[in-house]
């Protein structure tokens, strides 16, 4: 399976979710939860396939928050790096980079609403791996205001 859904790799757009799953989804029985911090929990799939289109991926990791799929947490080692930024932008396009110097690229669809995405693929200067997070643009900015201004009880 692709990383971004489909079965080889390498779909087109940016899509609401990640895989098989979608903003705002409930974890699954095969998933294992790693942690919890206040309302967030942290899964993984004990049998994720860890590849990109036969490149190894260290890890997945799922955040939920108010038990809702949130962010995916990819750690790619520095051998399958360049392999998934080049399928990125060949998947998703044209990638802002803040600063030139620092290997950070942000994509984001422009869907409105729960399907409005947004992704940050980061490379370690020191090891070359790197991390691509992927969210849910709507669900952060619903934690934001929570965060500033919580519910009267």
Not at 75 to 86: F, H, Q, R, V, Y
Request: with cysteine; glycine share 6%.
């Amino acid at each position: 399976m692709g990383l971004f859904g489909g079965k080889d790799g390498v779909t087109s757009g940016m899509k609401p979710g990640f895989r098989d799953f979608k903003w705002g989804d409930v974890p699954t029985p095969r998933m294992q939860v790693l942690d919890e911090h206040a309302e967030s929990k942290f899964c993984w799939i004990p049998d994720d396939e860890l590849s990109w289109d036969g490149a190894p991926l260290d890890r997945v990791v799922y955040e939920f928050w108010e038990n809702r799929l949130a962010q995916v947490h990819v750690e790619i080692p520095a051998a399958s790096a360049d392999k998934m930024l080049k399928d990125l932008h060949a998947s998703w396009g044209k990638s802002k980079q803040p600063n030139k110097f620092i290997e950070d690229f942000v994509w984001q669809n422009k869907a409105a609403g729960p399907e409005a995405t947004n992704a940050i693929f980061s490379r370690n200067p020191s090891t070359q791996a790197a991390t691509l997070r992927i969210q849910s643009s709507y669900i952060q900015t619903k934690r934001m205001l929570l965060r500033s201004h919580p519910p009267a009880h």
